[in-house]
């Protein structure tokens, strides 16, 4: 019977991991853990007095929970039969980040885009798989699947489990990681922790900014019902009518959308500071003789400011020597985030039940301001661009969790959760305002809209929905098959619905309003008495397929396997099948129905193979070799024939029903050596062939930039990583003083990764609505994946205290450029450079009235980079986007009773 103590170290983590009914905890006196695994000569003896070294990691993943310490090696990375990276509380403390989406940016291999999505080596959000307490989540966003992780603020998760190799008892969605968030647990004790912070940023603080006055409840981010459909344009939408058909009072409807609230930017010279404050509570009792009952609370609320100096370009020609668009625009973001979760557990022995529930909505308020030229409009005239919106996200899930030992050898746990999400962008308005610049013209020196298709002058309105709603269950049973070999079947059940809608209007005047009224601001020109005088009506633009469902049903069993094969070599093989109905389809919201082929209609079933092999070289050295098939499926906005404008990229999205998964092929090779206790040293090499990546192109449609989606025949994806993890002891720089108790700490990590694509003559694709199948007319030989950097480095250097809590950390971070977008008909690739990121994080803590308390200073981008997101071909360059971000300082306060 092998049973040495890596054995049963190994044994404990892989069970929580891949069969979750197994894990328990551990409660070992320190002492105990002292005399298990000496410190190695020369390291530091760790004692009571070290917090940081005796805290509690949660995991949870499959409704039960990783805690490992006491004298079994807690190290979860090292124990775990996959290659894993864990941020426990402390280490998400240590980045600083109020959201968990700034934290993971830390770990090796990945990076985020557009502010909440997660790239793991290179691979797109698509390629992430993103998990609560192992429960899948909907998404808020029009255009992705994934939800963005910049949603969860730092204060409701205890931990971040990153797993890069697969394995079967995760969904087959497996492309290039997955992400298990898991909130903070049950209490073992009553406490109660209040905190609050203000930061301040150099681009926006104390600085010119653009806002409009919305309610009087938007600081609270909840409308005070100012932005509820007005009754002609609900009316309308239920109707089933067409405005195209000339029966629709459009005057009716365009006389009650625009108002001094929802369309008037104003100057704001002096934007305030940023704030939030958090509140986290807890207690637990006994309930009966032998069981105990939980609760935790936690409450937060963040308001924030951020202005961009933008520059946003197009080029209009191959070498990009002529600019189309050529605009500079000032953008005011308000976002305003109320967080809560609420969780309860009962534990009985070895059986236990846990309900959580969160509830977070994050609300965006925006206003911009901009002036440019377009030239196939006028080479010579000069437009005003002015946009106010406002977008509310929201995410509600609850999800109830139960383990039971049914016999020492047999464990049972269940899963089942609801999640609903939801996006609402009422009032999203826009207007252009022409100035010819001509000295014949005599209002040529002065801003008008004639309301008139866009020739001097337009005025456009939009409405967009989405909700979401996703019910998921599973259940896994786990059995030892003999002493050193472990099975777990396991079946697990999702079924996610969307619907999403969006309605464009154009206001238009016949002939145009005159100069006279043309020269008011929004809300008088498009007021009651103007719409009626002039007869200004209402175009839908939108009217071809307005409203579309979506749906994924998946179903998944698995069978794994966990068997030492000596002493030192054990393995981990499972294989998954899973079958999916993916589909989005128009819906018929007129009385007279449109013809459309825009749907999509997917019935797929796949067997996933993974094994992992470990080979324990010594109590300190490890070396890993795996290899799986997994797939990526389409996300439903890519799927969606309809136009989308995202104000961030500046770009115009559409979809393509005809796409198809993804089909991956996976391996990877690592050694790993932990020299001391939380100090290591890992290398790993990983190769990816993709059948049918999902990759985004560019077009030109009415000299406007309209990137869409299609398949492309194939990618390979390879690379390096390396990481470091290494603590010196300070104390012998003196016996007193300032270093007597201090220790240093070295974090580094990088990444090393190269993709290309794989086109030739010949090779098909399907895009909706396009004359031409060649692959070749829209991808590049050797290219590589959108999101793709060549280099990634992350290093922390730190110092803290080895006996109460006092640290200095200084974050730097670099990326190369990676491609966001194919460039369009030819044009050179839409390139983002994030650059170095420098910036520096301290905690210091204190007593106040004989609680502890804790001090936080932050300082970020202390380089000053801006955000460039560009197009070059030779001395040629195009902005898409190119702002300030600004130096940023913050300090907060956290109070423990």
């Known amino acids: 019977m092998l049973k040495p103590l890596g054995a049963i170290s190994l044994l404990l983590v892989t069970s929580a991991l891949v069969a979750p009914s197994l894990a328990f905890a551990q409660s070992a006196e320190p002492a105990a853990a002292e005399a298990a695994e000496p410190s190695p000569e020369g390291a530091i003896t760790e004692t009571a007095e070290q917090p940081a070294e005796q805290e509690e990691v949660d995991v949870s993943f499959g409704g039960e929970e990783i805690v490992v310490r006491g004298y079994l090696d807690r190290n979860i990375s090292k124990n775990a039969p996959q290659v894993v990276s864990v941020l426990s509380a402390a280490d998400i403390e240590r980045t600083g980040e ?142 089933g009518q067409r405005i195209s058909t000339g029966g629709v009072d459009t005057q009716a409807i365009a006389s009650q959308l625009v108002t001094g609230r929802n369309a008037v930017v104003q100057r704001d010279y002096n934007l305030p500071a940023n704030g939030s404050a958090n509140i986290t509570g807890g207690t637990n009792f006994e309930i009966g003789d032998d069981a105990t009952m939980g609760i935790l609370f936690n409450a937060g609320y963040s308001n924030k400011w951020r202005t961009r100096d933008t520059l946003q370009q197009t080029a209009s020609t191959l070498d990009l020597s002529q600019k189309e668009l050529d605009f500079r625009k000032v953008i005011t973001d308000n976002r305003l985030v109320v967080n809560g979760l609420v969780g309860f557990g009962i534990e009985a022995g070895e059986q236990k039940v846990r309900w959580t529930n969160v509830f977070i909505r994050d609300t965006l308020k925006q206003a911009r301001l901009g002036i440019g030229t377009r030239q196939n409009l006028s080479p010579t005239a000069t437009l005003l661009q002015q946009d106010t919106a406002w977008y509310e996200r929201q995410l509600v899930n609850s999800q109830l969790v139960g383990e039971f030992k049914l016999s020492p050898d047999v464990n049972f746990s269940f899963r089942v959760g609801y999640a609903n999400s939801k996006r609402e962008a009422p009032d999203e308005f826009s207007f252009e305002y022409y100035r010819s610049n001509q000295a014949s013209d005599p209002f040529g020196q002065v801003f008008i809209n004639r309301l008139n298709n866009g020739q001097q002058g337009s005025a456009e309105v939009s409405y967009s929905y989405l909700n979401e709603d996703l019910w998921s269950g599973s259940a896994d049973l786990s059995f030892k098959i003999t002493p050193d070999m472990t099975g777990t079947v396991g079946y697990a059940y999702a079924d996610t619905k969307r619907r999403t809608e969006r ?5 238009t005047a016949p002939g145009g309003t005159p100069i006279v009224s043309a020269l008011f601001r929004p809300d008088f020109l498009l007021q009651p008495d103007v719409i009626d005088f002039y007869k200004i009506t209402l175009t839908d633009t939108n009217e071809a397929n307005p409203v579309f469902d979506a749906g994924l049903l998946t179903h998944a069993g698995y069978g794994q396997i966990q068997a030492f094969i000596t002493p030192e070599i054990s393995v981990n093989i499972g294989v998954r099948y899973e079958k999916a109905t993916q589909s989005v389809a128009p819906v018929q919201v007129f009385n007279v129905p449109t013809a459309s082929l825009a749907s999509t209609s997917l019935d797929r079933a796949y067997w996933l193979p993974a094994a992992t092999l470990t080979w324990d070289i010594n109590d300190q050295m490890k070396f890993r070799v ?170 922390q250097l730190g110092l803290e205290d080895t006996e109460r809590l006092s640290q200095q950390t200084i974050l730097f971070t670099f990326a190369t450029d990676r491609v966001t977008s194919r460039g369009a008909s030819g044009q050179p690739d839409i390139k983002e450079r994030p650059g170095i990121q420098l910036d520096f994080v301290a905690r210091e803590g204190f007593t106040v009235g004989g609680n502890e308390a804790e001090l936080k200073f932050e300082l970020r981008n202390l380089t000053n980079t801006k955000y460039q997101e560009r197009q070059e071909s030779g001395d040629n360059v195009i902005f898409y986007n190119r702002y300030k971000q600004g130096i940023s300082a913050s300090i907060g306060v956290e109070i423990n009773f």
């Open 98 to 239: 109020g959201d968990i989406a700034g934290a993971l940016s830390r770990v090796t291999g990945l990076s985020v885009v557009g502010g909440g999505f997660v790239y793991v080596r290179g691979l797109g959000d698509r390629y992430s798989l993103a998990l609560l307490n192992g429960s899948p989540l909907p998404s808020p966003e029009p255009l992705k699947r994934v939800v963005p992780l910049d949603l969860f603020p730092t204060s409701v998760i205890a931990s971040s489990l990153v797993q890069k190799t697969y394995s079967a008892n995760f969904p087959g969605e497996f492309g290039g990681g997955v992400i298990n968030l898991t909130t903070k647990a049950i209490p073992r004790e009553t406490f109660l922790t209040m905190s609050a912070d203000a930061s301040i940023n150099g681009e926006t603080t104390n600085q010119l900014g653009y806002t409009y006055y919305g309610s009087s409840s938007d600081w609270s981010g909840f409308d005070n019902g100012n932005r509820d459909l007005r009754p002609a344009l609900a009316g309308y939408l239920t109707s």
């Open 626 to 795: 795996s290899g799986s098939k997994t797939i990526a499926r389409p996300q439903f906005r890519e799927l969606i024939f309809q136009n989308f404008y995202d104000t961030d990229s500046n770009r115009l999205f559409r979809g393509n029903p005809l796409l198809t998964d993804s089909q991956l092929y996976n391996a990877e090779a690592r050694y790993e050596y932990y020299f001391d206790r939380d100090q290591r040293f890992t290398v790993a090499a990983f190769f990816k062939r993709i059948d049918s990546p999902i990759e985004s192109f560019s077009s030109f449609d009415d000299n406007s930039v309209v990137t869409s989606f299609a398949n492309a025949p194939k990618a390979d994806l390879y690379g390096v990583e390396i990481e470091t993890q290494k603590y010196f002891d300070l104390s012998g720089i003196g016996e007193k003083g300032f270093f007597a108790t201090r220790r240093a700490v070295a974090i580094v990590n990088y990444t090393y990764t190269q993709s290309k694509l794989g086109v030739k003559a010949g090779d098909p694709v399907a895009v909706f609505n396009s004359s031409s199948t060649s692959a070749l007319d829209f991808f590049t030989n050797g290219s590589p994946l959108t999101g793709q950097s060549d280099h990634l480095v992350n290093l």
């Open 503 to 507: 309605r464009d209007f154009l206001f």
